[in-house]
DNA sequence: ATTTATGCAAATAGTTTGCACACGT
DNA sequence: ACGTGTGCAAACTATTTGCATAAAT
């Protein structure tokens, strides 16, 4: 039984064919951000034989079972939003999106997590999650 | 000419019927938030007819005029996600959305924005946008 | 053998758009 | 009168779902 077989049972879903596909892709994909048109896409032009229905409901279950995590980027340009998706990483972080090129920069701030947890706490709540995106551009020069 | 009318034409836009019932609702609305469908069908249950199509398209303009802001709050429920869209003032804030009830607190943390600005730079970018959402549920107790 | 998953096509939800007509200046 | 704006209905996009078939245990 190798990684993703186990990864796929931790998580309580049946090792299947589109599943393990998914999972493989995702962890060796050179892009860490897809949306399920591309993962849909790359993989049917990389031979293997997926619905996109398929992909969307194996997506789901990954991001339940906290596989992945999904992303609603709004970019800003009106138009409708695209979900993408990428692998969970122990470590949690937050997101720049480049307005010019579309690409995502992760990043991470002790201080500000610190101070959203308080900020929470003042009003009586606890966060359940949050999404930080920072919509950028590259600094002239 | 009246406040409402002012603020169009300061925005570059003709002064007509739809705008300017729209533009008066948000700023008698007592809800600060709301959807487009809720703000069709307010409307049209008061007694103005407004398609849903020009909302729609008020709501856009407005937005590009900066009269207004645009939300998209992934409920984090799957689903579907629906725009809102508040009044434009001044001061800047985010914004916290109780996962049970689904009612938005606003808040403003200096120190985040600080920091926002800071992790930017220090990539090499600029900040044009930035949205931060705190998913949360009210404290036990 | 049974239960669950998949693929396809049709359905959905929110939002946008084409076009003929109405409105604002 | 002229250029925009509006309403309606049809179009679109991303995503979901029903249903018959195919896998997985």
Redesign the pocket.
């Given at each position: 039984m190798d990684k993703q077989d186990k990864d796929l049972k931790d998580a309580g879903?049946?090792?299947?064919?589109?599943?393990l596909t998914i999972l493989r892709f995702l962890e060796g994909a050179t892009q860490k951000h897809l949306?399920?048109?591309e993962i849909y896409r790359q993989l049917n032009e990389g031979g293997h034989?997926?619905?996109?229905?398929?992909?969307?409901?194996?997506?789901?279950?990954f991001e339940a079972a906290q596989l992945i995590h999904k992303h609603?980027f709004d970019d800003g340009s009106?138009?409708?939003?695209?979900?993408c998706y990428e692998l969970a990483v122990d470590d949690h972080h937050d997101h720049m999106v480049c307005v010019d090129t579309g690409e995502v920069i992760e990043f991470y701030d002790p201080q500000i997590e610190a101070r959203q947890e308080e900020i929470a706490r003042q009003h009586g709540y606890d966060i359940v999650d949050h999404a930080l995106v920072m919509y950028v551009r590259r600094k002239p020069h």
């Open positions: 879903l049946k090792v299947t064919q589109p599943r949306t399920a048109d034989e997926i619905g996109l229905a398929t992909v969307y409901r194996v997506l789901a279950q609603v009106g138009r409708p939003a695209q979900a």
